[in-house]
């Protein structure tokens, strides 16, 4: 099944107690522009992540407020940083790395750095009509002259959601890929493989 491309570049999530720290007291966040998935969006503010090592300045905000701080960098911004974040699903913090978030108010620093997952976006009646479930892991294939396979591809269902797959910036330089590319979903009917072995 083909599928198109999303590219995630570095980014930071912010719950509103931060927000307030970084840019000050009843600070809203302002939209540049929409993301495809439903209600997300970037905003105009920027951040500086910052390490004992190094630091990465113009950092995207992405919109709404969430209930948690989370940034998201690739395994290249980590070396350049010193640090080792975990690959996690977004919303699972348990071992993510410290970092400070520097804004033009304030600064906080927070255990909220991972690297995120390779995941699918799928909405409830698109992942009921082609078998997916939640958090069920699959592999894309990838085509062209740097093609090859993406195993743990997680699939993540929520309602009205545009159906794309998001890499990071590692992941798509590594095959070449940029935003809308088509990449081809490869997923196995378990129940279908076990019913098969039983007949045999």
Not at 8 to 20: D, G, Q
Not at 108 to 126: G, L
């Amino acid at each position: 099944m083909k599928i198109p491309v999303g590219v995630s570049n570095r980014h930071v999530h912010l719950k509103e107690e931060t927000l307030k720290i970084l840019f000050g007291d009843n600070y809203v966040l302002n939209k540049r522009n929409e993301l495809k998935q439903p209600g997300e969006f970037a905003s105009s503010e920027t951040l500086t992540i910052k390490t004992e090592k190094a630091e990465i300045p113009n950092v995207r905000v992405l919109g709404p407020i969430r209930k948690y701080d989370q940034v998201e960098i690739s395994k290249t911004d980590s070396y350049k940083l010193g640090i080792n974040p975990p690959v996690k699903n977004s919303g699972d913090l348990e071992g993510a790395s410290t970092i400070t978030l520097i804004g033009p108010v304030g600064t906080v620093t927070v255990n909220a750095c991972i690297i995120p997952n390779r995941h699918i976006h799928i909405s409830d009646e698109k992942a009921l009509e082609l078998g997916f479930t939640n958090n069920q892991m699959v592999s894309v294939k990838v085509f062209g002259i740097k093609g090859g396979i993406l195993d743990n591809v997680y699939i993540k269902i929520q309602p009205n959601a545009y159906f794309e797959i998001h890499l990071d910036t590692d992941d798509a330089n590594a095959h070449l890929l940029k935003e809308g590319d088509i990449v081809e979903i490869i997923w196995i009917n378990l129940e279908y493989v076990i019913n098969v072995k039983k007949l045999i």
